[in-house]
Nanobody, 114 residues
Framework: QVQLVESGGGLVQAGGSLRLSCAAS????????MGWYRQAPGKQRELVAG???????NYASSVRGRFTISRENAKNTVYLQMNNLKPEDTAVYYC????????WGQGTQVTVSS
């Protein structure tokens, strides 16, 4: 079992920044990929960014150049630095960890006002 705890969401004006954190505990040795999905009201959950244990990253085209994902393996933590936020980035952001099955955090709200 893997437990994921997110932090760092909140309310910010357009153009502002936030950093999300996701700390993993439990069977952390089994985790390979980690990252973030988001779900806006009335929309499907979508991948925002992912990173492998080796540091390979991938991003949704809508956030590339504005968001940066990083990972601190020693702390079993993944981060999402979000810059130049836009109102369309408003969503609940979910951390995931792939360890055979996929585990999810509880979600953290990000609201960007115009």
């Amino acid at each position: 079992q893997v437990q994921l705890v997110e932090s760092g969401g909140g309310l910010v004006q357009a153009g502002g920044s936030l950093r999300l954190s996701c700390a993993a505990s439990g069977s952390i040795f089994s985790i390979n990929g980690m990252g973030w999905y988001r779900q806006a009201p009335g929309k499907q959950r979508e991948l925002v960014a992912g990173i492998t244990r080796g540091g390979t990253t991938n991003y949704a085209s809508s956030v590339r150049g504005r968001f940066t994902i990083s990972r601190e393996n020693a702390k079993n933590t993944v981060y999402l630095q979000m810059n130049n936020l836009k109102p369309e980035d408003t969503a609940v952001y979910y951390c995931y960890g792939s360890a055979g099955p996929t585990y999810w955090g509880q979600g953290t709200q990000v609201t960007v006002s115009s």
